[in-house]
């Protein structure tokens, strides 16, 4: 039964890894059965954009025009990747995939951060290890994602295979940086 479930667990690294690594960009291919297509007019900073390759959601976030540290004004989503985290730009369709927001969420829900809070949290991971590479146990585009937006790091994998396997991944603490712990 140990053999399986490392073989499964494998399986989804090694297709989550090649779809970062390679894989078309948010939006190219936004064909699954999460969330809502929509137009990029209709997206707000911070919503989450779910792509599905393969078997495999791809998360990012839309960040739009935002002038942010580190990202060009022609990007418009933060995401990771294989290389580590990213401002990027993406073309629709995009499908919105706010999953956890109160009204949305199957079972317990959890408020979108405020918008300086995610612009806070988005420089602050730019600055950890986590965002330096990619993991499918400490920092995955779900996870990356779901941090930004809510504060608190998920990954679920709605609408895939995965998602029976996305259960038993640790959602790490991602902690933010305290500024007077530093000083």
Not at 37 to 43: A, F, G, Y
Not at 56 to 75: C, F, M
Not at 126 to 150: F, H, M, P, W
């Amino acid at each position: 039964m140990k053999f399986v479930l490392i073989a499964v667990l494998l399986q989804l690294c090694l297709s989550v890894l090649e779809v970062n690594a390679g894989g078309k960009p948010v939006g190219a291919s936004a064909t699954g059965s999460v969330g809502e297509e929509v137009n990029e007019s209709q997206l707000q900073f911070g919503d989450l954009l779910v792509s599905l390759y393969e078997d495999i959601n791809h998360y990012a976030v839309y960040v739009g025009g935002e002038v942010l540290e580190g990202k060009s004004p022609n990007q418009n989503i933060f995401e990771m990747t294989a290389g580590g985290c990213r401002f990027h730009k993406v073309h629709g369709p995009f499908r919105r995939h706010n999953y956890l927001d109160p009204g949305i969420a199957k079972g317990k829900s959890m408020p979108p951060q405020s918008r300086e809070d995610m612009i806070r949290t988005i420089q602050e991971l730019r600055q950890k290890d986590v965002c330096q590479k990619y993991s499918l146990l400490k920092g995955n585009c779900e996870q990356i994602a779901t941090k930004v937006r809510y504060g608190e790091a998920r990954c679920k994998q709605e609408g895939t295979n995965a998602a029976s396997l996305a259960k038993f991944l640790p959602n790490p603490k991602l902690k933010r940086h305290d500024a007077s712990a530093a000083a």
